[in-house]
Every structure is written in C-alpha cells, then in structure tokens.
C-alpha cells in the first residue's frame, strides 16, 4: 500500500479499531523502510505493468524513421525505456512527474534550508514517491557508511599528474572502483536473472557514495589544496562534498550543491551521458564500468564539459572587451565566435527548444543569493543579446540558454574557479540518475542494446526507384 493511501485509511475516524491499528502499523513500516525494502515491493508490480503494456501495444509502430534520423544522430527516434525522467522540449525536465520547482517545494530538505536534498531525489528517480525526512536521512548516513575508497584507487588518483584532466582521474577511479563489484562478482557465482537488480542497487549505493571522496581527492591533489578531510557522517551528502572540496563552511555553498545535484541527476534517457550507461550496462557491465563510460561522454564539450567552456569562453570575452561590456561589444563577440566556426557554450539543445528550466533555477538562485556579482549580471547581459544572434544566423534550432550557461558563474562566485574542475561535479550528479536507470534495467530484464547500422550504399539501394 502507497504510504499516502495508508494515511488516508489512518484519517478515516469510521475504520474499525483493529483495521486501524493494522493501517497504522502499516504506515509505521512504511515510514521506515528502507530503499531497498521499497523497491522490493515495487519491482513485481512493475515487471507486470511492462508486460501488460508490451502485450497490448507491443507490435504496433512507434512512428516513423527517417534517413534524416540515421544521419543525424538518431534526433527524436522513440529508442529507449526510462521512467525516471522524461524531457518536454518546451517545458523542460521532469523528474517522476516533478518539475524543479515541484522538487524544490516537496522534497525533504536540511534544517534550515530551503533547496531539496539529492538524497530525497535519488529515492524519488527510484520509486516515484517523495521519501520521508527520516527515510531521507537514512541514505545519507547509509552514503556516508560506505564512502570510505580502496586504499588503490586512492593511489591511483594520487599518482595521476595534475595536468591530467580531473575528468579523467575521475573516470579512472569509478572505472577501478569494479574491482570490488558485487554485481560482477554475484555474476562470477551464477546469480539468477531475476535477482540482478540486488547487487546492482549495492553497487549504486556504493559508487553514489564514494564520489564525493572521489571528487574532493581531485580537487585537493590538482589545486594543491591540502590534505582531504573525513567524511562526517552526521552530515548530509551535499555538506560532505562540499567539505571534501573545501568549502563546508559556507552553508550558501552547501545548499547551491543540493541545488546543483538535483538538477544536474537526470535529463531523461537519450542524453551521451545516461544513454551511455545504459548501453554498456546493457552488456551486463556493472554499474562501475557503465558509470565510467558515462563520464567519458559527459567529458565532451558538446555535452558536460561545456560548462566549463562557459567560462573559457566568458573569460575570454572579458579579457578582450575590457571592463566595458556593452551590448553592442557582447553582440560582436558572439558574431565572431560563431564565424570563426566555433558554437556559443550554454546554448541550444538536442531537445530543448525553450530556456532551460535548470539554467532558470540557478538564475533564482543567483537573484537570492548574489544578485549583484558582476559575473552573473554579464551572464544575465548575454542572455538578453546571444539568443537573437543565434536565430539571426539562423542555424541553431534553439538559441535558448542550457545548464551549462549558468553553473560556473555560481561556482566561481563562491571561490570555485578551477574550471576544469566543474564537469566532474555535473558527473557527481549524473551518478544518480545513471544509476537508478542501470538498477530498473536489471530488474526490469533489459536485453543487450543492439540497434541496426546501415551504409550509405544500402541506403540508397533501399530507396532506389521509390519517390
Ligand atoms: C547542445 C548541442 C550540441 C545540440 O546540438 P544539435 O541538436 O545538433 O543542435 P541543432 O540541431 O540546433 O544544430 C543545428 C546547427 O546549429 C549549430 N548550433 C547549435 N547550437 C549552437 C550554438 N550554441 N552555437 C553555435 N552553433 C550552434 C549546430 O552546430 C549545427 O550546425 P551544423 O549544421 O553546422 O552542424 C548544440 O546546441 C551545441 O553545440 N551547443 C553548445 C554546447 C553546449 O552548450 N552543450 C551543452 C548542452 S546541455
């Protein structure tokens, strides 16, 4: 029973005494259930959901393909199956039926602040429902039980040489991390289909878990920022990687990560990063390899990396007009930008084709926080100036600003400047949606992904003789 429809049953005074004491006891268990215990129960239910649907519409066509779309990077082909997140090119992302600002009003938050906690969005990708404040702080302390690294893994990252890009360090670590799989190891002992999910869910646990120390030993070897600080497990999962980074002290920060998490998890299933998770973890890889080759796409500048191409490209712009920005200064800066070939970072989108509602999120958050940061108000310039550029020359079908436009500025602002530092904190965030994703997959059953390639030579012998 939902746990809503059990508090429903307790308010109705009518009820028998003893169906009420069952309600209640009912309630009470539903209350401190654990994750796990919940996915449990939802699973079997699922599992007949998707065969009902797949026996009733399971031969009929989703639409049709073009060739266009076998050139064109499979735009909007109906491929893949993912619950967790669904992306509406004018609304934006919602996660579970949630909208950022549903998130931001209904998910548990830390006492004292007002942003929601990715604890809380982890449970709710997982099973659509809002967890409890008491459910919420259970991961929290589950995730730091089991954040502690291998000891080789610390050695790993520590030989890494600071010019190594932090997005590779952090892609070799979580790749390392498959030494102590329980998935691959359950698989070496002949574990049963139907009970993939378990020891993919302990694997998602740990690798959500171990990023922050993953992050933060990063950060603190390639900056020279000292020695990396315990994680505390009175603390929530944002407090820690913020105090990992260094930066714990600063509750401003702390909420701008819980911010930066939720809206960072997930964009629904067609994106590099969580397509890329999928696909390998289709193999039957564990949720460490599938993760680490998430991260390698996320690494792209076409995708996470270009928040950090934001500032490159901001700081650049700064450096070249001066401390005068005019609207006309910004205006010839993006023209030359983009005809010197290159793309504006932080805007468009493969399927967005209005402002990003997480670039609007952070924008509230800037409007709150540091209304009057010279960084955000040129931010804020440019929005008002890139867009009709975009469409003047006419190539982009959204000239709408994304994610990437917005996150660096706020990082910076709080003294987090090291730019090619920012992707790996969108793949600490990524980490949630990939792996709830990866956990439905095997209890869902998942086959291995193998879509069909044509040459162009097939191609036009398909199409030969047709109008
Ligand atoms: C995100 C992105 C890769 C989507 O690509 P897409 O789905 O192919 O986008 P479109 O269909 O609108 O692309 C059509 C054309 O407009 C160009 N275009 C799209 N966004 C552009 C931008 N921000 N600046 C300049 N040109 C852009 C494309 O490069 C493409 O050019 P081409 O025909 O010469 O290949 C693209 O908008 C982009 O490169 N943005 C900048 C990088 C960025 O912010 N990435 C993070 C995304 S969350």
């Known amino acids: 029973m939902q746990a809503s429809a059990l508090r429903s049953a307790l308010r109705n005074s009518r009820q028998p005494i003893a169906q009420a004491g069952v309600a209640r006891r009912a309630y009470a268990t539903a209350k401190t259930q654990t994750l796990k215990e919940r996915l449990a129960e939802l699973i079997p239910a699922e599992i007949e959901n998707v065969k009902a649907v797949r026996k009733e519409h399971g031969a009929k066509a989703f639409g049709q393909v073009t060739v266009d779309q076998v050139y064109g990077g499979m735009r909007g082909l109906p491929a893949l199956l993912w619950d967790g ?76 040489p600071p010019t190594l890009h932090p997005m590779t360090q952090f892609s070799m670590a979580v790749t390392a991390l498959n030494h102590d799989s329980a998935f691959a190891k359950a698989y070496q002992q002949g574990i049963s289909k139907k009970d993939y999910w378990g020891p993919t869910f302990e694997d998602s646990m740990d690798l959500i ?19 990396l600080p315990a994680i505390d497990p009175s603390k929530d999962y944002s407090a820690n990687l913020a105090t990992l980074l260094g930066f714990g002290d600063n509750e401003a920060f702390v909420e701008l990560l819980r911010l930066y998490v939720v809206i960072h998890s997930d964009h629904e299933g067609g994106n590099v990063s969580a397509h890329t998770g999928k696909l390998v973890g289709s193999a039957l890889s564990d949720p460490f390899l599938a ?23 901001l700081r650049k712009m700064k450096a070249q007009i001066g401390d005068d920005i005019s609207d006309e200064k910004i205006k010839e800066y993006v023209w030359a930008t983009l005809k010197g070939g290159q793309v504006i970072p932080g805007y468009g989108h493969a399927v967005l084709r209005k402002t990003d509602p997480r670039y609007t999120a952070q924008r509230e958050f800037a409007l709150k926080h540091l209304p009057d940061d010279p960084l955000f108000k040129l931010v804020g310039q440019i929005y008002k100036i890139a867009p009709d550029v975009l469409l003047e020359a ?20 709080y003294g987090l400047d090291q730019m090619n530092f920012y992707t790996v904190l ?38 030969a003789n047709k109008p």
Do not use: M
């Open 209 to 227: 878990a171990k990023l922050p120390n993953i992050a933060g030993r990063i950060y603190r070897n390639v900056f020279g920022k000292g020695k």
């Open 426 to 463: 969108f793949g600490v965030s990524r980490a949630f949606g990939v792996a709830a994703q990866l956990i439905w997959d095997r209890a869902l059953g998942a086959p291995l992904e193998r879509p069909k390639s044509y040459s162009t030579e097939a191609i036009k012998k398909i199409f």
């Open 291 to 313: 993760f680490g080759a998430s991260l390698n796409g996320l690494a792209g500048p076409l995708h996470g990396l270009a928040n950090q191409e934001v500032l490159i490209w």
């Open 394 to 413: 006419g190539k982009a079908k959204n000239p709408w600003p994304n994610v990437d436009a917005h996150s660096g500025v706020l990082l910076t602002y």
């Open 85 to 160: 997140s669904v992306l509406d090119a004018e609304e934006g992302i919602r996660f579970r039926g949630k909208t950022i600002p549903d998130c931001q009003a209904q998910l548990p938050k830390a006492p004292g602040g007002s942003e929601p906690l990715p604890e809380a969005l982890f449970w709710l990708l997982l099973t659509g429902e809002v967890p409890t404040p008491e459910q919420t702080q259970a991961l929290s302390k589950e995730w730091a039980a089991r954040a502690q690294l291998p000891e080789f893994v610390e050695e790993i990252l520590d030989r890494c």
